[in-house]
């Protein structure tokens, strides 16, 4: 039985790291990079941690096109 091995940083965490390094990105290019550290990540999970750090003031996100958003870092 395989077990599951705890994460040592937070996904939040890691959407500011990635943020920091490439600058604003699209929300399926966020999310492809951070499946790359998680692999478990589901959509639904993702949009929650982006609904957290925007309502916490730390990113904003702007419609681009229908179904594709930018996200930039405050």
């Known amino acids: 039985m395989p077990m599951k091995i705890w994460k040592t940083r937070p996904a ?3 959407i500011i790291e990635i ?3 490439k600058g604003d990105l ?3 290019e966020l999310f492809n990079h951070l499946k790359r550290e998680f692999d478990d990540l ?3 999970d993702f ?3 982006l ?8 990113i ?3 419609s681009l096109s229908r179904g594709k958003r930018r996200i930039e870092l405050v």
């Open 60 to 62: 904003n996100t702007a």
């Open 42 to 44: 589901g959509y639904k």
């Open 51 to 58: 609904l957290r750090l925007e309502v916490g003031g730390k």
């Open 26 to 28: 699209t929300d399926t």
């Open 12 to 14: 939040y965490g890691v």
């Open 19 to 21: 943020l920091n390094k």
């Open 47 to 49: 949009n929650e941690l």
